[in-house]
T-cell receptor
Framework: AQSVTQLDSHVSVSEGTPVLLRCNYS??????LFWYVQHPNKGLQLLLK??????LVKGINGFEAEFKKSETSFHLTKPSAHMSDAAEYFC???????????FGKGTKLSVKP | DAMVIQNPRYQVTQFGKPVTLSCSQT?????MYWYQQKSSQAPKLLFH???????NEADTPDNFQSRRPNTSFCFLDIRSPGLGDAAMYLC????????????FGQGTRLTVV
């Protein structure tokens, strides 16, 4: 079955240090990949998406993600965390033009002063 | 500027009393989704519309129904809310196509008393 796995349920970093949130997917072919962020009691906001144009994708708020087909991964990174980055992050996958969005279980990012 | 609008943001309903949540969009997207999100969990797809075609997830309880009278509006009806239905309900839309992202509303927080 097609699935997406976020390897860490909770990541804690200090302000100003790098952020790495990991995501792997299972598929025999490349899906569309997205990262969303959700702040408490809010909807989901798109950070970035991979659509096969380039393997390194830049998103909003300084986030970027690299698609690695050989590793079936799409990890999210940011060079320097801000307090405002504290939120829940979801890796989301879509297979095919009419495929539904498949959510990972989410990673809660905490940022310490 | 709001593109996917959910009303109300907070809804309190009595156990067993029917409740309707609404969603509207200004994006003219073909696809509309309803997700249920419980605390510290990923959103769970309840159903979606592809134009007028209704697609119910296999494990969505019969207690949940939906209506889409036109492209812009979609409703979630909970016929007899139970305590276990208390959750955040998220509406999302997307255009056709494999690489299209979903746009989410701010959500409706449902409390059942």
């Amino acid at each position: 079955a097609q699935s997406v796995t976020q390897l860490d349920s909770h990541v804690s970093v200090s302000e100003g240090t790098p952020v790495l949130l990991r995501c792997n997917y299972s598929s025999s072919y490349s899906p569309s990949l997205f990262w969303y962020v959700q702040h408490p009691n809010k909807g989901l906001q798109l950070l970035l998406k991979y659509t096969s144009a380039a393997t390194l994708v830049k998103g909003i708020n300084g986030f970027e993600a690299e698609f690695k087909k050989s590793e079936t991964s799409f990890h999210l990174t940011k060079p320097s965390a801000h307090m405002s980055d504290a939120a829940e992050y979801f890796c989301v996958v879509r297979w095919g033009s009419q495929g539904n969005l498949i959510f990972g279980k989410g990673t809660k990012l905490s940022v310490k002063p | 500027d709001a593109m996917v609008i959910q009303n109300p943001r907070y809804q309190v309903t009595q156990f067993g009393k029917p409740v309707t949540l609404s969603c509207s969009q200004t994006l003219n997207h073909n696809v509309m989704y309803w997700y249920q999100q419980k605390s510290s969990q990923a959103p769970k797809l309840l159903f979606h519309y592809y134009d007028k075609d209704f697609n119910n997830e296999a494990d969505t309880p019969d207690n949940f129904q939906s209506r889409r009278p036109n492209t812009s509006f979609c409703f979630l009806d909970i016929r007899s809310p139970g305590l276990g239905d208390a959750a955040m309900y998220l509406c999302a839309t997307s255009a056709r196509g494999e690489n299209t992202e979903a746009f989410f509303g701010q959500g409706t927080r449902l409390t059942v008393v």
